[in-house]
């Protein structure tokens, strides 16, 4: 018998977030390591959930009060083995990669500063990710003037010449 419970993150600041997966307990400095190696400006918290032994929310980062923001969000998802990284003053691609290329990192769920609801499994043994809501409902088709303010804000941003 399993059971299902929506959790919703608490991250009214919209602060950046990326949820994933991982399985060592190496996995929060390695973690650590790919962050403050992807670019230099970088604040972040981490926390990652134990699935075996003390079963515990390990963390790190630079900043203490984004560390304190995984905490609260890793042990509200209580899914072992599951990551939560928030981060400033860069963007999911600045650092994406870095992650991925994480041994121990099996799969990465979301990367964004949206609203975030994870849905949850729940059996006897414990809880698991079984996917994610990132933001909202799309509200129709992009017109030519929203191309233009996509295409705008990503030379804004430095992405495109």
């Given at each position: 018998m399993v059971?299902?419970?929506l959790v919703d993150l608490n991250n009214e600041d919209e602060i950046e977030c990326i949820i994933g997966q991982a399985g060592f307990i190496k996995t929060i400095e390695d973690?650590?390591?790919?962050?403050?190696?992807?670019?230099?400006?970088?604040?972040?918290g981490i926390a990652f959930?134990?699935?075996?032994?003390k079963c515990l929310v390990r963390s790190e980062g630079n900043?203490?009060?984004?560390?304190?923001?995984?905490e609260e969000n890793?042990?509200?998802?209580?899914?072992?083995?599951?990551?939560i990284i928030f981060f400033k003053d860069a963007f999911p691609i600045n650092i994406l990669n870095n992650i991925k290329n994480v041994q121990e990192v099996s799969r990465i769920y979301c990367a964004t500063?949206?609203?975030?609801?994870?849905?949850?499994?729940?059996?006897?043994?414990?809880?698991?990710?079984?996917?994610?809501i990132d933001g909202y409902t799309p509200k129709g088709i992009e017109t030519a003037?929203?191309?233009?303010?996509?295409?705008?804000?990503?030379?804004?941003?430095?992405?495109?010449?």
């Open positions: 059971d299902l419970e973690l650590y390591e790919a962050l403050v190696t992807s670019t230099p400006k970088i604040k972040f959930s134990e699935a075996s032994g900043d203490d009060s984004l560390i304190k923001l995984a890793a042990l509200k998802i209580g899914a072992g083995h599951s990551f500063a949206n609203p975030i609801s994870v849905l949850i499994v729940k059996s006897k043994q414990g809880r698991g990710i079984a996917g994610i003037d929203d191309k233009k303010d996509r295409h705008d804000l990503l030379r804004k941003f430095g992405y495109k010449l």
